[in-house]
């Protein structure tokens, strides 16, 4: 109890804070000192500067190779405006086939793939990968079964690899592929059951579908070691196609022969994993993971930290297992380990959530998500002080119904005032996308230039768990790959 009344009190001077007066921006010319239209530009040219030098990236300074690349993608965003006009990407839903198949053919999508974005953040292991390679591979086993019954558990379509039928209700799937009209429908079925599109724009509820399809596709993914296995080596060959060189995975510890094949494409790729607790669990689970996230950090330092997932504004609260972090840390600690903390906090539209107040005040290494601080004046200039990096998933954060249009998405607030943030795509194999589409949507709707991609995507690695000298090498090769990307650019015909 004492540790929760701690908690109000900060909270409480946190607020009081709140009430001193914003200062005034310096060097603003006053209205009525602007008596000529060539005194008023001026004025209004530095008023625009100043601003901008307040932006995330502001303080790099770009290289003559890099001045000539931007100007060619500023060229390139303004043809892709044109060409989107009637229908622009980022105002639309993701999960609109239109919206979709437009980013598929931009010029723009094709530079953000090429572009390296250093490392992923920000994504749930689990539905990191290929659901196509899952569907076409996997339910082709004879041991797959499906669920058919009319029970309420397990959820209806769901998916498991079992050596004996899982019970009443369960059927395999080879005998029902066999038996429909076309396999290839079939098979498109249980895809779009395992993933969110076009179908689910209308659904009443799209976090309880989102969380439905968890439990349709985890009993195939974990039924046998090989799927696993198999899955995580193309996720890892994915990331590689995509020029990412580094991934922080929720919950999803990776088999080392895995991280010993990626290497042999790509010497420099690392992984490290957070593991994650759900919101809904009791304090007594919570209690139980943060105790395991110990032991294996003793054994393994890939195990970087501790997150708490799931819908926000449905489960508990940050403070609700207030007690259980405060203790493990202690714990960590004592054993010379640590325990850094990444929790998801503010995915949500509500301005009563306070889970962001207790990222704050916990030490949290990086905010997940942050939609709601931009409700926070204080906590943003907070979390900027305490160089705290937000994991922004803009895609995710649409489709899941918290910004329909992301021209309006919170970040735009945040890299305007200096915040640091990365980029990460949550749970790109459910939403059937990739980190190179929030690239995308970021860029276009975000006005960014090449300046601020390079230092969302230096971020990533900044803000990472790697250690200080296996940071320092990830920043060199990447700022190798930075300079083949620029001249790339600049050989693009115009």
Known sequence: ??????????????????????????????????????????????????????????????????????????????????????????????????????????????????????????????????????????????????????????????????????????????????????????DEEIYRSITLGDEDRAAPDIWLEFGRIFQRFSGLLFGDPGVLSEYWRRILDELIDENVQYLEARNLPIDEAIVRHAHKRDAAFAVNFIVSSGRSATRERVAQTLAAVLDGRAKDPRLVGFDLVEEEDRTNSNLFFLEEILAARLEADRRGIGLRLYLHSGETNWAENENLYDAVLLGASRIGHGLALVKHPLLMDLVKARDIAVEVCPISNQVLGFVPDLRNHPAVHYINRGLPIVLAPDDPAIMQHSLSHDFYVAFMAWGLDLKALKQIAMNSLIYSALSPDDKRRALDEWQRRWDEFVTWVNDMPE
């Open 1 to 186: 109890m004492l540790s929760r009344f701690i908690v109000v009190v900060c909270i409480t001077a946190l607020t009081a804070c709140a009430s001193r007066p914003p200062a005034i921006a310096p060097n603003v010319v006053q209205p009525e000192s602007l008596t000529d239209v060539g005194h008023y530009l001026e004025a209004r040219a530095r008023l625009i500067e100043q601003e901008r030098a307040m932006r995330l990236g502001a303080g790099l300074v770009l290289t003559p190779d890099e001045q000539s690349a931007n100007r060619r993608l500023t060229a390139l965003k303004q043809v892709e405006f044109e060409r989107t006009r009637a229908h622009f990407p980022p105002a639309h839903s993701f999960l609109d086939a239109r919206t979709r198949q437009l980013i598929a053919e931009s010029p723009v999508f094709a530079v953000m793939r090429r572009m390296p974005k250093g490392g992923i953040l920000h994504t749930h292991g689990a539905a990191t990968g290929d659901f196509r390679w899952l569907v076409s591979h996997a339910t082709y086993r004879a041991d797959a079964y499906i669920y058919v019954g009319s029970a309420a558990q397990p959820v209806s379509g769901a998916l498991r690899i079992s050596q004996q039928p899982p019970g009443e209700g369960w059927q395999r799937v080879t005998e029902l592929r066999a038996a429909a009209p076309d396999a290839r429908a079939f």
